[in-house]
């Protein structure tokens, strides 16, 4: 890729929906380093010589699997300067075999990109991908195995979300990590416009007090410079 914010949506499309495998297989020969790594909940790929054979077979089954798959890129995120890109992705993935209707999922892909010489013209610089990680939510994971779980997934993150003010309150009445209503007059006095701060500590105040003052110092020091 010359310019990674422009093509990386086309990239994504090709390695991943591509109309067939000689296609695929191209795009994943281009776009990839050879020591590319891959991470994703089901399997993982490290870096090393040729392993991007390995990347390509995960990707030619996952269309075995999914013969009809289905790809789109809500948003892009390119750290020009970290060489590092987000991608908001909504896919549509159907087991071959499943009796189910398909449901789309939503993940994040970051890929991390290695700038190198362009091997048809060394005076360009062009991007590979070094490193793909994919994110998914549980109930997207879901989505992608068997739809119908995907409501009883999201029914278990809310009882846990419950479980956790519970136990939150319940710990707090014991003690631990409490928050005390102006205790000593460094509490946390609760206001409908927001909460003040609590007063900074002896310890913390000398710690910001000199670090104030080493920045000063490093400011003058660059001044004199």
């Known amino acids: 890729m010359e310019n990674p914010a ?16 000689e296609i695929q297989k191209a795009a994943v020969l ?15 790929v490290a870096p090393g010589p040729n392993s991007r054979e390995a990347i390509l077979s995960i990707l030619q089954w996952y269309r075995v699997l999914s013969p009809v798959l289905s790809v789109g890129v809500n948003s892009v995120t390119y750290n020009e300067e ?15 075999w499943s009796p ?34 994919d994110f998914y ?8 195995l068997v739809p119908p779980l995907i409501p009883v997934v999201r029914s278990a993150l809310h009882t846990a979300t419950f479980a956790c003010k519970v136990y939150a309150k319940v710990f707090g009445m014991l003690g631990y990590w409490a928050v005390r209503d102006g205790e000593g007059g460094k509490g946390v006095h609760l206001q409908p416009r927001g ?31």
């Open 6 to 21: 422009e093509e990386i949506v086309n990239v994504a499309t090709l390695v991943t929906a591509a109309i067939n495998p």
């Open 30 to 44: 281009r776009y990839y380093a050879q020591d590319a790594a891959f991470r994703h909940p089901f399997c993982a």
């Open 82 to 96: 970290k060489h590092s890109v987000f991608l908001d992705v909504r896919q549509t993935f159907h087991i071959r």
């Open 100 to 133: 189910f209707k398909p449901a789309p999922a939503r993940l994040l892909v970051h890929l991390t990109l290695r700038p190198e010489r362009s091997p048809t013209d060394p005076s360009k610089t062009v991007y590979v991908i070094a490193e793909q990680e």
């Open 137 to 144: 939510h549980p109930d997207d994971l879901a989505a992608l």
């Open 195 to 225: 909460e003040p701060l609590p007063p900074v500590g002896e310890n913390e105040g000398v710690e910001l007090q000199e670090r104030g003052t080493n920045d000063g110092d490093a400011r003058s020091d660059k001044k004199n410079d």
